[in-house]
């Protein structure tokens, strides 16, 4: 398969989930939002522009983590945690600086064209699955090399934000490839599910994960506080 071909099937997979996601029952479990930061795991935090930012996910995905950072331990490995749950003043400020960050970048277009640009990579604040608690963007620091092992289109912490962010894109190297396999096997073994286009975010129980699993129902909604 081409990248063409294979980016034009991922684009056509989200917009059919993207159309699914408002008629996806949601039975809500009320599981409670825990900080990792309030446990012993062994973590890297990406820092964040949102102050007192605690890193909160569902009760259950606790021990996801902690599975997932054990493994890596063992390849002398720890994994780091990007994001978590969201506010959606959190999302919409992210909304906002990709905003800024594109207006300077392409002076030239419209707000449409710039609001679609946006869109392929961030979600609105009420559509963004990281409101839910289920989701989570991580990624793998390398103790051997003391550095952020190299996805395809990452340098350290900053990731650049084109098509070779779909997981599977076939023009990244076989070495990205395979720690992009790495990193998606830990989350998938814990029953998380990869997003299409962004391979550092991964989904539990919440509509997204509900549709690719074929759940009959999610099991987490939008948290708003």
């Keep these: 398969m081409t990248s063409e071909e294979y980016c034009n099937n991922v684009q056509e997979k989200d917009l059919l989930n993207k159309s699914l996601i408002p008629i996806t029952p949601i039975s809500e479990n009320y599981s409670s939002l825990i900080s990792l930061k309030d446990t012993d795991l062994n973590l890297i935090y990406e820092p964040s522009f949102m102050e007192g930012y605690n890193y909160l996910v569902r009760q259950e995905i606790v021990g996801k983590i902690s599975r997932i950072s054990q493994a890596l331990e063992k390849q002398n490995k720890t994994l780091i945690i990007r994001s978590a749950w969201r506010s959606f003043l959190h999302q919409r400020k992210i909304w906002n600086n990709r905003l800024i960050a594109l207006e300077v970048e392409y002076p030239n277009k419209s707000v449409t064209e710039i609001n679609t640009m946006i869109a392929r990579f961030v979600a609105p604040e009420e559509k963004s699955m990281h409101a839910t608690g289920g989701a989570v963007d991580a990624l793998i620091f390398d103790k051997e ?10 340098k350290g912490l900053n990731i650049k934000l084109n098509d070779q962010c779909y997981p599977y894109h ?7 490839q395979k720690n ?16 299409l286009k962004e391979y550092w975010h991964f989904d539990y129980g919440n509509v997204i994960w509900a549709i690719e699993k074929k759940k009959n129902k999610a099991i987490y909604g939008v948290i708003k506080y």
């Design 145 to 154: 090399i003391n550095e952020v092992m190299d996805f395809g289109t990452n």
């Design 180 to 195: 992009r396999k790495l990193l998606i096997d830990l989350f998938e073994n814990e029953d998380f599910v990869v997003d």
């Design 170 to 176: 076939p023009d990244i190297m076989p070495a990205q």
